[in-house]
């Protein structure tokens, strides 16, 4: 894992087209983060972790 220090405003670049940068908090304690990347899928982990509601869910197993 890569560990940066960054101020709001700044940014880092992965790869030829996906910007991080790091956004002005609105309040104590949160952390901002602005993600530019044209054609890829961003999902939050917890997102991923969780299962599936809603009809979209039915017949499905997980593998």
């Known amino acids: 894992m890569l560990v940066l220090t960054r101020k709001p405003g700044q940014a880092l ?4 087209g996906v910007e991080v940068r ?3 908090p ?3 304690g949160e952390v901002r983060i602005g993600i530019t990347a044209p054609g ?7 997102l ?4 599936r509601r809603g009809p ?4 499905r197993t997980s593998s």
């Open 13 to 16: 670049m992965i790869g030829d």
């Open 22 to 24: 790091l956004l002005t």
């Open 26 to 28: 609105r309040f104590v």
């Open 40 to 46: 890829l899928r961003i999902v939050r982990a917890e």
């Open 48 to 51: 991923l972790c969780r299962p």
């Open 56 to 59: 979209k869910a039915k017949g």
